[in-house]
């Protein structure tokens, strides 16, 4: 019998601060997670209340969105919205692929 844990945001953190993901993993995870409670599967992320619920800084939260905006192997589509600070994605689960 396969066992399988739900990724919690709690167990992110403490994975992220022994080292155990990059400050790109962390968001990555962090959009999965927030993207299921979403009937549509849609995130809107405001960067300075996701750097007060993550242990990151505004810097290192802009380099990982642009890591993942970046890279053509993700299950994540993110988008800068037209007020500059936000940041609309979409997790895998999304219809609006």
Avoid: H, W
Avoid at 17 to 39: E, M, V, W
Avoid at 46 to 70: G, M, W, Y
Wanted: net charge negative; glycine share 6%.
């Amino acid at each position: 019998m396969e066992k399988f844990y739900k990724l919690t945001l709690e167990r992110l953190i403490v994975d992220y601060k022994k080292d155990r993901l990059t400050a790109s993993g962390l968001i990555y995870y962090y959009i999965q997670i927030k993207a299921k409670d979403s009937p549509i599967g849609e995130v809107i992320l405001d960067s300075k209340n996701v750097c007060s619920e993550l242990p990151i800084n505004i810097d290192q939260f802009n380099r990982a969105i642009t890591e993942i905006i970046d890279s053509p192997d993700t299950d994540v589509s993110c988008g800068i919205l037209p007020d500059g600070q936000k940041i609309c994605c979409y997790g895998e689960m999304s219809e609006r692929y």
